[in-house]
């Protein structure tokens, strides 16, 4: 964050001059935009959406050599859409 010592303010920009007076800001510059979130999250996200296709692949096989129809799975691909 910057700082104006002649209006003695801080400001979160990163312009150089303050936008009251005009006087050159001090400090560093900071961005007013959230940080993006880590790749971590990313590979976790990623996994748990490898998981639900293949559980969606494997009730529809076993909804068809049962019921030798997709009925029941329909209900499960629509709730892991929702989810």
Do not use: W
Not at 17 to 38: D, F, H, I, M, N
């Amino acid at each position: 964050m910057k700082h104006c010592n002649k209006c003695n303010v801080s400001i979160n920009t990163n312009e150089k001059y303050c936008p009251l007076c005009q006087a050159k800001l001090e400090g560093k510059s900071s961005s007013v935009y959230p940080t993006l979130r880590s790749k971590s999250i990313d590979i976790i996200l990623r996994f748990i959406l490898f998981f639900s296709l293949v559980a969606i692949f494997i009730n529809c096989y076993i909804d068809y050599i049962v019921n030798k129809k997709l009925t029941y799975s329909i209900f499960v691909i629509l709730g892991v859409i929702s989810f």
